[in-house]
């Protein structure tokens, strides 16, 4: 799996991450994974035409020692489909600077 991994976490840092991602993500029913939606001015034009597949979202999977932001860009309505694949430059981009703006909101500093 491609991501996007902060590791090193100390445990004060995993209790701010966790607090953050339960009020700012939706939990999913395996226990440190959350689903953050992407915003919709960046779906691609595929993942645009395909309204029944959105909305689209990324995985944060959240350990004691590290969080791992994933490149894999998911339908919530949809298991298999073209419009679903790896981030484009520009969705990774979005991951990167969502994940760094965790740890500035935060003051997380590794």
């Not at 976490?9 to 700012?24: A, K, Q, T």
């Not at 949809?78 to 994940?99: E, F, N, S, V, W």
Request: glycine content about 4%; hydrophobic content about 35%.
């Amino acid at each position: 799996m491609k991501q996007y991994v902060i590791d090193q976490l100390r445990e004060s840092d995993y209790d701010r991450i966790r607090d953050y991602l339960v009020h700012h993500a939706e939990s999913a029913a395996m226990e440190g994974i959350y689903y953050v939606d992407l915003p919709e001015s960046l779906y691609t034009d595929l993942q645009k035409s395909h309204d029944h597949c959105q909305p689209y979202y990324f995985a944060v999977n959240l350990t004691r020692k590290q969080v791992g932001f994933e490149w894999l860009i998911r339908s919530r309505n949809t298991l298999r489909c073209a419009c679903i694949g790896y981030a484009t430059q520009k969705q990774r981009d979005y991951i990167i600077d969502y994940a760094d703006g965790i740890l500035d909101r935060l003051r997380i500093k590794l």
